[in-house]
């Protein structure tokens, strides 16, 4: 469980090449990050993209192995994990979870490999911005974003690839204004001033890089997403999952509520007002940006009527969060205390060679993995 952190030398290579690219990165377009374009800033620009580039994928292994760990290395394990810390894979693998086949991304050393690459690129791009506040919550999110925050932050390191390639697209083949990244440091949070985004005139924030966003800290806008980005890190995959929940308990509903309030021809409106300005998460972001749902932009009395006041999001979030609650505690429960006690049960009173909860995929194709509790 500790050793496999530190003894995989494809993970070593991954983390050499993101600390040494942080490094060159940042001497070879020192003027290109943040107000600050002295080569001493630039040295040590690069010297924080490499330190947490390592960092980060060390922490993210740490973590994610601890947690297989814990249950075994069993494949509920891998696919609870892959849901709740890297989502795309846990969605992936659902299907072959429930036809007992193979899982094909969340095996063990693939999800240690995510767990390198989301924590190694989150901490490279964080250094290189210097988005952390090391004089204050910086120490939280840092570790937070390489953790507990894993889903959000991988979909946040597939925007920070998105707008990067996007960023270099536009220098070269337009008029260079996408994807460009702030140019303050400290906030705790990235923020791209233009660069994608779900819908024009919306800000759309995963993990801690919030994108599209042309508001400087401190404005309205840039209030709401980063209460997205330290919603993220303080609820983790609740924040994620039941985001998502949200919207699939509410899509089919919405639908019938749109064509029966407004009409047919407004049937899409349903699932924009209920599954996202109804969302708990979005009441609580736009409360915090000090705005009305039913006054932003796209927003006209036909949605009025079946956007909901905050007292109604307020009362259905009870049984809402309730459930979601119980089925998170029933997962852990399942997948972390049963199967834990059930490896220590075989450990305990039996020699036997196999047990339901020996781990399935070996890593390395190690012939029989000694076990270290
Ligand atoms: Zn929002």
Redesign the pocket.
């Known amino acids: 469980m500790v050793e496999r952190i530190f003894n995989d030398p494809i993970a070593w290579g991954i983390l050499a090449a993101f600390a040494g690219v942080a490094f060159l990165f940042s001497l070879i377009f020192k003027d290109r990050f943040d107000n600050d374009t002295s080569a001493s800033g630039a040295t040590l620009r690069g010297l924080e993209g490499a330190i947490l580039a390592v960092l980060g994928g060390l922490i993210a292994r740490a973590f994610i192995s601890l947690l297989l760990g814990m249950a075994n290395n069993s494949p509920a394990a891998g696919l609870a994990i892959g849901w709740g810390f890297f989502l795309i894979p846990g969605i992936v693998d659902t299907i072959p979870y429930l036809l007992h086949s193979q899982p094909l991304l969340t095996t063990t050393e693939n999800l240690l490999l995510f767990a390198t690459m989301v924590g190694g690129l989150s901490g490279m791009a964080s250094g290189l911005w210097r988005i952390y506040a090391w004089d204050g919550l910086g120490w939280i999110g840092f570790p937070l974003d390489v953790t507990w925050a894993l889903a959000g932050n991988t979909v946040g390191c597939l925007l920070h690839i998105i707008n990067f390639v996007g960023y270099w697209a536009s220098q070269i083949f337009s008029d260079g204004s996408w994807g460009n990244h702030g140019t303050e440091t400290r906030e705790n949070a990235h923020r791209y001033d233009k660069g994608f985004g779900l819908k024009p005139g919306f ?1 759309f ?1 995963q993990g801690a890089v919030m994108s599209n966003l042309d508001e400087a800290p401190g404005q309205d806008l840039y209030r ?2 980063r ?2 980005v330290w919603q993220n890190r303080a609820f983790g995959p609740m924040y994620t999952l039941t985001y998502l929940g949200w919207m699939a308990v509410w899509l089919i509903p919405s639908i019938f509520a749109a064509i029966i309030k407004i009409g047919v021809s407004r049937t899409f409106s349903g699932p924009k007002d209920w599954c996202y300005f109804n969302n708990p ?2 009441t609580w ?2 409360k915090v940006q000090n705005a009305e749902r039913t006054d932003i932009i796209g927003n006209d009395d036909e949605d009025r009527k079946i956007i909901w006041p905050g007292k109604w999001v307020i009362a259905w979030s009870i049984p809402f969060f309730l459930v979601a609650t119980v089925l998170a505690v029933l997962v852990v429960n399942s997948v972390w205390v049963d199967s834990g006690m059930a490896g220590a049960t075989a450990q305990t009173h039996s020699a036997a060679p196999k047990s339901k909860s020996q781990p399935q995929s070996k890593p390395h194709g190690a012939p029989a993995p000694a076990k270290h509790k």
Do not use: S
């Open positions: 800000a924030t709401h997403e209460t997205h998460w979005e972001a736009y």
